[in-house]
């Protein structure tokens, strides 16, 4: 089974940018779909981003014009490259492609 590892996490300014990355264990070529989700603390995760093999991309209304979602089938990563941020996106943020990631942590300070 794949597993996917994320990274890029971290603590930013609000305005700043971070760019997280999703490695896979295996051929990300082999997903229609890979997706990235947030979760804030008690809440359920909510959708993000998703990039298809078709390399279309489709984004929560929160982030569109803000947010990129990129695949690099070559290195089996899909990156969500994050600008303009705010203290509302403060969250752990998953990578998804049938199976989740561990998380990774982002805080936006104001």
């Known amino acids: 089974q794949v597993q996917l590892l994320e990274s890029g996490g971290g603590l930013v300014q609000s305005g700043g940018s971070l760019r997280l990355s999703c490695a896979a264990s295996?051929?990300?070529?082999?997903?229609?779909?890979m997706d990235w989700y947030r979760q804030y603390p008690g809440t359920e995760r909510k959708f993000v981003a998703t990039?298809?093999?078709?390399?279309?991309?489709f984004y929560a209304d929160s982030v569109k014009g803000r947010f990129a979602i990129s695949r690099d089938t070559a290195k089996n990563t899909v990156y969500l490259q994050m600008n303009s941020l705010s203290p509302e996106d403060t969250a752990v943020y998953y990578c998804?492609?049938?199976?989740w990631g561990k998380g990774t942590l982002v805080t936006v300070s104001s």
């Open positions: 990039a298809t093999k078709a390399d279309r991309a």
């Open positions: 998804h492609a049938h199976v």
């Open positions: 295996g051929k990300i070529s082999a997903f229609e779909t």
